[in-house]
């Protein structure tokens, strides 16, 4: 007998809502950002070095530049590339809008390829196709932490001369065939929203390997104000003088959220393993199920994911999206839905991109769900989790 769905007035599998995602704080946490409240320095101080230096040694990356938060880190990842008027920038529909924004924001124009209906992540064949004079870089993302297929996507890249933009979002802590993510592309951006594996609150970072690109990136993030002696043109001042070369933008990161990030970065390896035990229950207790299809990754991926994702097969089931998704919440699951694509809003429908562009991307959306997935979940959460969506798909089962 199935039992009654708490939708239609049945028992919700557990009482309490349980979000998706949560950040978790301990007193270290506090602590580290209480000594900086005590301190001589609130922004523009000695944290802000410690974390640019710390994501460094993490990832191997010789350059990074602490930002305001991950749609900074894109902009300026962007300026620093030279995107602007008539460029054309390739990227994922599946995707928060900041990352099409950014291109936006240098007067550059967004080109959305394809994904891949497996792994969910740009599709390079679908980047290759799209590739035209006016290319000027590719931004991929790696979605739900899972890194793209770099191996291809750096080949396309080298041959055209186009510059490859990472946007790691959701991957700190991830790596791609021994390769740390933050060194594997030309610029890569990290945001620390409190959903994020890590957090600050918020803030972000931009970290590259080449010094051209790192000079660009600190000088649009720091109003292109420099007081570097031997960048400025008029010599011989005393150093109370700087100048302002360029037209950059204030997107420095305070030394408070600095303090904790550096604080969460002590806990990322606890993190990562506490998400990847969570990822292979939900593998092992959903992946049998044929009304669902999980997430598939990329050989060499060695993935600290941030989102869980289920694709549900709604030819099998006599419910739509919708339901499945008010069912859930009903069941007091937090659930949500990543990401609705880029070139549905209304905004890009103004600029004239259309529905079609992407079937991949869009047959994914339609039948897409995020599951609850945090470090401070327990075992019972999981259950609960676990529990609500056998309920779901045996009651819809056709």
Not at 239 to 249: A, F, P, R
Not at 266 to 288: C, P
Request: proline share 5%; with cysteine; hydrophobic share 35%.
């Amino acid at each position: 007998m199935t039992t009654k769905l708490a939708l239609h007035g049945g028992e919700p599998v557990r009482r309490t809502k349980l979000g998706y995602g949560h950040q978790y704080i301990d007193e270290a946490d506090i602590q580290a950002v209480a000594d900086v409240l005590k301190s001589d320095f609130l922004t523009c101080g000695p944290k802000v070095g410690e974390l640019e230096q710390r994501l460094c040694t993490l990832t191997g990356a010789p350059y990074c530049t602490a930002v305001s938060n991950g749609t900074a880190a894109l902009h300026a990842a962007c300026l620093a590339a030279g995107i602007g008027p008539g460029d054309e920038v390739i990227t994922a529909p599946i995707t928060f809008a900041a990352t099409a924004n950014a291109v936006l924001y240098c007067g550059g124009t967004p080109v959305f390829a394809d994904i891949n209906p497996e792994t969910y992540e740009i599709d390079p064949a679908s980047v290759e196709a799209r590739i035209t004079e006016k290319t000027k870089a590719v931004i991929a993302v790696d979605f739900t932490g899972a890194p793209c297929d770099y191996g291809a996507l750096r080949h396309i890249c080298q041959t055209h001369g186009l510059v490859l933009i990472e946007d790691a979002a959701h991957s700190i802590g991830t790596s791609y065939r021994g390769m740390p993510v933050g060194s594997i592309a030309d610029l890569t951006t990290f945001s620390f929203h409190p959903v994020k594996t890590i957090t600050a609150g918020e803030g972000g970072a931009v970290l590259c390997k080449d010094p051209d690109l790192a000079q660009r990136v600190l000088m649009y993030a720091r109003h292109g104000i420099t007081r570097d002696q031997p960048m400025l043109q008029d010599q011989g001042n005393s150093n109370w003088y700087y100048e302002q070369q360029l037209l950059g933008y204030n997107f420095r990161m305070t030394d408070i959220q600095c303090a904790l990030a550096l604080s969460q970065l002590n806990k990322l390896d606890r993190f990562a393993a506490r998400r990847r035990e969570l990822v292979r229950r939900y593998d092992e207790e959903l992946g049998k199920i044929p009304e669902i299809q999980i997430q598939k990754e990329y050989d060499g991926a060695d993935t600290v994911r941030h989102l869980y994702i289920l694709r549900l097969d709604f030819t099998r089931l006599s419910c739509d999206r919708r339901e499945f998704y008010d069912a859930m919440q009903a069941e007091n699951i937090g659930v949500n839905v990543h990401y609705i694509p880029v070139y549905w809003f209304p905004y890009y429908q103004s600029l004239g991109y259309r529905r079609g562009l992407c079937p991949n991307a869009e047959a994914y959306y339609e039948s897409s769900l995020t599951l609850p997935l945090f470090y401070g979940m327990t075992g019972q959460d999981q259950a609960d989790v676990i529990r609500a969506v056998k309920k779901l798909v045996e009651y819809y089962r056709k």
